[in-house]
């Protein structure tokens, strides 16, 4: 088992061809922050650069996936955001590499969005998603908006995304969202074995089918989440996106002023 350069908050360990990452930040439910991004991001292009790694699984320790954006960093002016890649350094990332999340326990925000970067996700009984930025005064800008609706009802998408309502995983497979659905514990077990069935066929073969979808799908969402950044960008700084963590940080109800 080998540590991401530089911080201890995400780990990574190779399995016969298979990548797998994990993010071990069990004091903050696994939040992403400016340091765990860039340790990502680091995972991700080396799992882009080997060509022994065929498949990587993206998974969250101590029975959390992750809690999404960690907010008591962003009240105080960290970022998890990396220009040109979007957050945790992968939901605008053009990930060659077939990419699985394992998903036990909450999904949030971020979280979610992390998911739905991947190619496909196993998940426990008890995960939770959900994408619940406006309760806090922002929105789901890495892929939320636009990929949620393309994996689930529309109707189903727009109900979440506005209430900030959360999805358990049992109706999560029910829509469609996730591909296999198994006992709490047991999600990154059946993941690697998804892994492993799809590591066992011929790598020119797997390259090929992901570029072929990803040009159907994934370039286009490219081009939507930089055009709705017009619409997102008043909302990320506006006061109520300060007022938002901040209230979260000091554990009391927002007081939005509409701007």
Not at 176 to 182: E, Q
Request: hydrophobic share 45%; with cysteine; charged share 25%.
């Amino acid at each position: 088992m080998t540590e991401a350069t530089g911080t201890p908050a995400v780990r990574t360990e190779e399995r016969d061809g298979v990548f797998v990452i994990t993010i071990d930040r069990p004091q903050a439910r696994n939040a992403i922050d400016g340091a765990t991004a860039r340790a990502l991001a680091a995972t991700v292009d080396e799992l882009d650069a080997r060509d022994d790694l065929v498949v990587g699984v993206l998974t969250g320790a101590n029975g959390v996936f992750s809690a999404g954006m960690d907010l008591k960093a962003r009240a105080q002016g960290d970022t998890p955001i990396i220009e040109g890649r979007g957050f945790a350094g992968i939901t605008r990332m053009e990930i060659k590499t077939p990419l699985i999340a394992a998903v036990e326990g909450y999904a949030l925000g971020g979280g979610t969005e992390m998911a739905l970067a991947c190619d496909m996700i196993v998940a426990a009984r008890n995960a939770t998603f959900g994408q619940p930025e406006v309760h806090w005064g922002i929105v789901a800008p890495e892929g939320g908006m636009i990929r949620l609706p393309e994996r689930i009802p529309r109707n189903i998408a727009l109900e979440l995304l506005l209430t900030g309502d959360t999805l358990p995983a049992p109706r999560a497979e029910q829509l469609g969202l996730v591909n296999h659905l198994t006992e709490p514990g047991e999600a990154l077990t059946q993941a690697l074995e998804l892994a492993h069935r799809v590591a066992q066929n011929a790598p020119l073969a797997i390259a090929a089918v992901k570029r072929v979808v990803n040009e159907r799908t994934a370039f286009r969402d490219k081009d939507a989440l930089r055009d709705q950044d017009q619409y997102v960008e008043p909302v990320l700084t506006s006061l109520d996106a300060m007022e938002g963590p901040r209230a979260f940080a000091e554990k009391r109800p927002p007081h939005w002023q509409g701007r």
